[in-house]
């Protein structure tokens, strides 16, 4: 079972000012740092749920949410790829002392891939869940990219919530500018992709392709037959914090 802090959280001001929200629990061991996905937030189960263990174990982890997300400062339509890689960056920097292991969920996935690749002497290990690199290709249609093009703009229903997905031009460039899966992936540390097959969102062979495009010899690729986007369920959960906990003590 999951709570959700009830403390409002920390600030932390990126070099311009404005103000990225965190949940930073001391600990042993390498922090856990989870990177939330497209439109979500610090607060979702299964970041309150790998917390609440951490916690429970006293090992150390960091929750926060990017520049126009959840609790922080700024607009989300502001936000690119890069400048969201940037702020889990500044704090990882500012925050954290010692290895990290990040823990990132679709977009999120794609984030700790980037993040592993800028700070390698800090990275111990990634878990994706329905990690989603490289979504920017994969993820539209000729349809989509024209309209991103003529508008500025995507705007679609989502049944992850009540406001409508939302894709800027700026976002989409960023992405392409910041492809993996096109070539080899220099990240050596140990990977784990967990991902749901019946995931309506992301494929679940970009986990193979991601497994296959990684340099690191350490890396697994769990497929959950009846699993969906979210991977939230508490038999999901479970999988989630075994993983994790594998990874601490490698």
Same mark, same amino acid.
């Given at each position: *079972?999951?709570?959700? #802090? ?35 937030? *610090? ?6 749920? !790998? ?9 150390? *982890?960091?929750? !926060? ?41 679709? *977009? ?8 592993? !690749? ?43 919530? #009540? ?14 500018? !910041? ?54 369920? #508490? ?13 601490? #003590?490698?």
């Amino acid at each position: *079972m999951t709570h959700a #802090d009830t403390a409002p959280p920390a600030y932390f001001a990126r070099p311009d000012g404005l103000r990225l929200a965190y949940r930073h629990s001391r600990g042993v061991g390498p922090t856990i740092v989870f990177l939330p996905g497209y439109m979500s937030d *610090m607060e979702g189960g299964k970041a309150v749920a !790998l917390h609440d263990w951490a916690r429970g174990q006293g090992r150390a *982890m960091l929750r !926060l949410d990017y520049a126009g997300n959840g609790a922080s400062e700024g607009r989300f339509v502001d936000g690119t790829l890069a400048s969201w890689r940037d702020d889990v960056l500044l704090l990882i920097d500012r925050l954290v002392e010692g290895p990290v292991v990040l823990v990132g969920s679709s *977009m999120g996935g794609w984030l700790a891939l980037l993040v592993a !690749l800028a700070r390698p002497d800090r990275v111990a290990g990634i878990v994706g869940i329905a990690a989603a690199p490289d979504f920017t290709i994969w993820g539209f249609t000729d349809a989509d990219k024209a309209l991103l093009h003529t508008e500025g703009r995507i705007e679609e229903p989502t049944p992850y919530g #009540d406001q409508p997905y939302v894709t800027t031009l700026a976002f989409w460039q960023s992405g392409q500018a !910041l492809l993996l899966l096109e070539d080899d992936i220099a990240i050596d540390c140990p990977v784990r992709l967990l991902h749901g097959q019946c995931d309506p969102d992301v494929p679940w062979d970009i986990a193979l392709q991601t497994a296959g495009r990684l340099r690191s010899s350490d890396v697994q690729t769990l497929l959950i037959k009846d699993g969906d986007h979210r991977l939230s369920r #508490d038999s999901d959960i479970a999988v989630l914090i075994r993983t994790v906990a594998s990874l601490l #003590d490698i």
